[in-house]
């Protein structure tokens, strides 16, 4: 049977039966024809109403990839990454062919798949600044582990044929989870779909590659070069997935380019300020849609009323806002959408909150006081900037205020795994010793006037000298325009003209 090409050269393991499906990303990939008693559910087809870059599309138009290819890509790389692990390993470790079985396989791609599932409307977005706002108990993680269970059992009803057992529920809910079982020696079952240990999983090279090229931003590093040079490695009884030394540079490289994302495009000041406004109107509709009423009922003790929430949570996408806006824009409007509306359209017509300073802080700096200098901020704007929002902004490798390749296990000859040396890392990223940059950004609510403006950033400054040590001093990010109102002189304009042949 003739296959079509694949457009990056990887192992293409097409499994019997299975479906080709033409992604943007990958090429042409194969899936089990079994993973589409998945995808071929509602609860599964929501995730096509879910951009994977939330706010972000209204200030990059090219950032319209949805969840769905994301879910499709990641499971096609897990199922990829094993064969070659498979392959790569069985020479120094024989008993891996037994171990890793096509079963094992499929299970790891279920999680890979489903791995998403329990993203709320504008991904990230919607924990940000709609659940952590209103100190409510949810986990998009958690979440998609409940959904499955859903989704397993609706398979059940419709086939009366047993999908995946409750056991192999429990096993690929900890894939998702990233949990490995106590007493698991086959940790990179664990790992390859959510890795917080080292970092590196499906799941990140798979985003990486799909966010670089809907933001027009170079991906800096080559994930399949990664899979190509990676083995499973025993140490201390525990199978482990480690990489060639010869990638660590590579492996940097994967890290920066996850750094140069967060800061280039996920924390825009613009997509940050959007954010900010879609979460307000999140909640503005909220007693419209009962969204907090549904995650509150998710924590119940009652399974049924579990459930059923569950399923009505996997109606909210991103379509709530254009659903508010059209109830809120109706002749007999409910008074619960007025505010959500009225936001909607100042986000439709661009009257945006505006970012208007930050304060730096220091690398090294603790969550909890990062949390108490802005809740102390917050204190002291409340009752003369009520308009203010303070919002902590950090942009690292991955791992903190730490070197990510630090946690990173590596082979050479022998069996030992090892990790790099911090010679060898200073040589790898120049004598680079930070990995972390730690911010509060100050956005206004309203349109400030020039003075009104550089009256509130004298007060975050006053308070910040006050309040805040070993920061620098607060930065306008937003600077006064000049406005050059002479005329061009007659021969420079000619000149001009001149440069501009085509």
């Not at 952590?132 to 499955?148: I, P, Y």
């Not at 009366?160 to 020696?185: A, C, H, R």
């Not at 000859?413 to 950004?441: A, P, R």
């Not at 006053?462 to 309040?467: A, F, K, L, P, V």
């Amino acid at each position: 049977m003739m296959h079509p090409p694949n457009n990056h050269h990887i192992f293409q393991a097409y499994v019997k039966p299975h479906k080709i499906i033409n992604d943007p990303v990958h090429g042409f990939i194969a899936l089990p024809i079994e993973l589409f008693k998945i995808i071929d559910t509602v609860i599964f087809q929501r995730l096509r109403d879910l951009k994977q870059l939330g706010a972000m599309y209204y200030v990059f138009p090219g950032a319209t990839h949805k969840r769905f290819e994301h879910s499709l890509g990641t499971a096609y790389l897990a199922g990829q990454w094993l064969h070659l692990l498979k392959v790569n390993s069985i020479t120094l470790h024989p008993e891996i062919k037994e171990q890793l079985t096509d079963r094992q396989i499929f299970l790891v791609q279920v999680a890979a798949l489903c791995h998403d599932l329990g993203h709320g409307p504008f991904s990230h977005l919607f924990e940000d600044c709609f659940v952590k706002t209103l100190n409510l108990n949810f986990d998009h993680e958690v979440a998609s582990v409940e959904l499955l269970k859903i989704i397993n059992k609706q398979i059940k009803e419709n086939t009366n044929e047993e999908f995946l057992s409750e056991t192999e529920i429990s096993q690929v809910g900890d894939m998702i989870l990233g949990k490995i079982p106590k007493g698991e020696t086959k940790h990179y079952l664990y790992t390859i779909v959510h890795n917080d240990s080292s970092g590196i999983d499906v799941d990140k090279f798979d985003y990486l590659a799909r966010d670089c090229k809907s933001s027009s931003l170079p991906i800096g590093y080559q994930f399949e070069k990664l899979l190509q040079f990676s083995q499973i490695r025993k140490e201390k009884d525990v199978y482990k997935i480690c990489f060639d030394k010869k990638e660590a540079y590579n492996i940097y490289q994967l890290f920066h380019t996850r750094y140069s994302l967060h800061k280039e495009i996920y924390s825009h000041r613009v997509v940050m300020a959007i954010q900010l406004m879609i979460g307000d109107i999140l909640k503005a509709a909220d007693l419209y849609f009962k969204i907090s009423d549904t995650l509150k009922q998710m924590q119940s003790e009652d399974c049924k009323i579990v459930e059923e929430a569950y399923i009505k949570y996997s109606t909210f996408t991103d379509s709530l806002l254009n659903e508010a806006f059209r109830v809120g824009s109706a002749s007999n409007c409910v008074e619960e959408l007025k505010e959500a509306k009225n936001l909607i359209e100042r986000l439709y017509t661009r009257d945006l909150y505006n970012c208007i300073c930050e304060i730096p802080l220091k690398q090294d700096i603790e969550k909890e006081d990062i949390e108490n200098i802005i809740s102390s901020l917050r204190n002291a704007t409340e009752k003369q900037y009520p308009f203010l929002k303070c919002v902590k902004h950090s942009v690292n490798f991955g791992k903190g205020k730490h070197n990510p390749l630090v946690f990173v296990k590596f082979y050479e000859y022998s069996d030992t795994l090892t990790n790099l040396s911090m010679d060898s890392i200073s040589g790898i990223i120049n004598n680079h010793n930070s990995f972390q940059e730690i911010k509060i950004k100050i956005f206004s609510t309203k349109k400030l006037e020039e003075l009104e403006k550089e009256e509130v950033i004298s007060f975050i400054s006053t308070w910040q000298r006050n309040n805040v040590s070993g920061s620098t001093e607060v930065m306008n990010v937003t600077p006064k325009k000049k406005v050059n109102n002479s005329t061009p002189r007659s021969k420079d304009v000619g000149s001009a003209t001149k440069k501009l042949k085509f």
